[in-house]
């Protein structure tokens, strides 16, 4: 029977398909398992190779996962290809700012009441990550402007994750400080939205603008750490 080309010549015209003495004619395959034909299929320049989401990954879910190009070998984190889109317009600010090692890595902007809840997780998940974190709990002295030093904050760091939880949404809706934290936030293209047992839909009854921007979402399955690992590598320099 006669061998097809592929896996040495490759099939990447016409009419190398035409000269294969198995595929030639009418009886073209795909080869390589993407459908298009070898060669065929082109990733966008965020991909580097599909990975597997096999057991001992830290994924966001079920399903295929992707490497984006700032993962480093051997890392153990895995995305969904939405999250690898949501997270490289981050990552080239990121990189943009390279040359300001003074700045912080992450703005982490949070309801007051979950400074010791879901807000001081993740700000210790991404601090054991190696993240440099402005958080208000350890940032702002006694006796200092709140808003003066969130302010420096906010223009001291690479990047802003507004941490969307129950107790935000309610914030929102007073007005309150973290509102102003979001309103700067919001004017910058440096914020990564992360919901925490509520979801996108809910923010958008509150802060459509807010809901409008791609985020990563905790789930039982993409875990606080798992989000925390994602941030750690995308501001990782």
Known sequence: MARCT?????????????????CGGGGYRSYGGYGGGYG??????????PVSSGSGRSGGGSGSSTRPRWSKAGS??????AEVQTLTPIR????????????????LCHAWDDRQGAAKQL???????????WFSEKDVALGTSLLREIDKGLAKSRIGIVLVTPAL????????IADKELSVLL???QLVPVAYGTTFEALRDVSPMLASRSGLTVTADNTMANVAAKLAEVVAL
């Open 92 to 107: 080239e600010t990121v990189e943009k700012q390279a040359p300001r090692p003074d700045l912080r890595d992450i703005f």
């Open 40 to 49: 065929s299929y082109s990733s966008p320049s965020y991909y580097s190779s």
């Open 187 to 189: 004017a910058r293209d």
């Open 123 to 133: 700000h210790d998940l991404l601090e054991a990550c190696g993240v440099k974190v």
């Open 76 to 81: 153990f984190v895995s995305y969904t290809p």
């Open 6 to 22: 592929a896996p040495v010549r490759g099939h990447r015209s016409a009419r190398s398909r035409a000269e294969c003495p198995a």
């Open 169 to 176: 949404l309610s914030r929102l809706k007073g007005e309150g």
